[in-house]
């Protein structure tokens, strides 16, 4: 009996010294997986976070391109070297609209590089009008009148927006 009762108390201290090691390994478990949690909750803040940040800056981006036009499918070199004079005669002819102040930009240009290929669409001209309301009236025109005509070459205008919201759009 004794040597029962010996054996027994020694599996016992083995149990209890094993018991000992699962608790250690728990407690570290539960640790490691509290600092996870925490790290996942941060990350999913942050990414709240830059969502909306990123909403904000594409707000400001579409609120400081409001006064600007796309102007699309004037052929190349069609404007000669001033822009902006080009767009001053050729705008307020093609839409109908005598303008009171006259058309004012601040500043005019095509966008992208020059293309090699003569034969591909011309690139989009952007504009920056001097005066919202002008910008405004040049908008609704377009909307209501669809594409216009200069010299058989169908020209659009539209807003000018951020990729994200011509992307949502």
């Known amino acids: 009996m004794d040597a029962s009762i010996t054996s027994l108390t020694l599996e016992t201290k083995s149990m209890r010294s094993d018991i000992a090691g699962f608790q250690s390994r728990v407690t570290g478990l539960e640790q490691r997986m509290g600092s996870l949690e925490t790290q996942i909750n941060t990350s999913q803040e942050r990414e709240q976070d830059f969502l909306y940040l990123r909403s904000k800056l594409t707000d400001m981006e579409d609120r400081s391109r409001r006064d600007n036009i796309r102007v699309l499918g004037i052929p190349e070199n ?13 705008l307020p002819k093609m839409i ?71 992307e949502r759009r």
């Open 78 to 90: 069609e404007e000669g070297s001033d822009m902006q004079a080009f767009l001053t005669s050729t």
């Open 96 to 166: 109908s609209l005598d303008f009171d102040p006259p058309l004012e930009f601040q500043r005019a240009h095509r966008i992208g590089p020059k293309r090699s290929d003569n034969s591909s669409r011309p690139r989009p001209i952007i504009a920056c009008l001097l005066r919202h309301n002008q910008t405004r009236q040049i908008l609704q025109v377009a909307r209501n009148h669809g594409p216009f005509r200069i010299d058989q070459h169908e020209i659009r205008i539209t807003a000018d927006y951020s990729k994200e919201t011509n």
